[in-house]
């Protein structure tokens, strides 16, 4: 076998959140290591080329990413692959333009710009909480960071908004019934909902029942629930549809509305 880590990605092998289409080559662009996995991220290439379309190609891309335009988490960065993921927010301030990524109902990373303001803080789900050497408390969050000193009431699974500037955590909110959230994986990828209750199942995965605004309900394992916000009231803004899934039909009739109101 092969030595060392895999540096190539066939196109067809890549998530479907991408969007990539088959025949446009053999090859998809890899995402670097970094604070995201690989098939829960997006690499810079595809946002800037495939979705913005501020590139025609990847020279381009390297040429945009070299002049230190573009703000992941408020840090410059330069490589052509980095993980954006859930969550994360890109700034490019040349232009004005500051982004959040989020799913749409369809499981894909959509475009979703947001004001200035709204770029300066992101919130983060917390994956772990540890001592560390010389018993220093610290949580570790689904991006890769390690905050130390956080609050002792912040437990597992609770979200933390975390101001980029200073970084700190400003607020936090921990994950109970009755407040929202969205889905991160799954079947249900992207919903927004309120927590009705949780099921414990010692020895397996936990099932979280969550109830949309159309009064839908649906389940997922503990693992893909991501909690925005206190109440029904969310800390970031949504995505166009607001988290709530159409059926095909009634997306149909959504469409011959629109449709007749441009007429």
């Not at 770029?119 to 909480?129: F, G, N, Q, T």
């Amino acid at each position: 076998m092969a030595r060392g880590p895999k540096k190539h990605l066939k196109r067809l092998a890549a998530p479907s959140s991408w969007m990539l289409d088959k025949l446009s080559g053999t090859y998809a662009p890899r995402p670097s290591p970094g604070p995201h996995k690989l098939r829960e991220s997006l690499p810079l290439t595809i946002f800037l080329r495939n979705r913005l379309k501020y590139a025609l190609n990847g020279r381009e891309v390297t040429s945009i990413v070299k002049q230190r335009l573009i703000k992941v988490d408020g840090k410059v960065r330069t490589d052509t692959t980095f993980p954006t993921g859930f969550m994360d927010t890109i700034s490019i301030e040349k232009s004005g333009e500051h982004f959040r990524l989020l799913y749409d109902v369809k499981g894909r990373f959509t475009i979703h710009r947001i004001t200035a303001e709204e770029a300066s803080y992101k919130l983060l789900k917390v994956r772990k909480v540890a001592l560390g050497a010389k018993g220093v408390p610290h949580v570790v969050t689904h991006d890769g960071r390690t905050i130390r000193y956080p609050d002792p009431a912040i437990k597992v699974n609770d979200t933390l908004k975390f101001d980029l500037e200073s970084g700190k955590i400003t607020e936090f909110v921990h994950f109970d019934t009755g407040n929202i959230v969205m889905i991160t994986g799954g079947r249900n990828m992207g919903r927004a909902g309120v927590i009705t209750h949780r099921e414990k199942h010692v020895g397996g995965f936990d099932i979280v029942h969550v109830k949309d605004s159309l009064d839908r309900t649906f389940a997922t394992r503990i693992s893909n629930i991501f909690v925005i916000g206190e109440g029904s009231k969310p800390w970031i803004s949504l995505p166009k549809g607001k988290g709530t899934k159409l059926t095909i039909s009634e997306e149909r009739d959504l469409r011959r509305r629109q449709r007749t109101a441009d007429q």
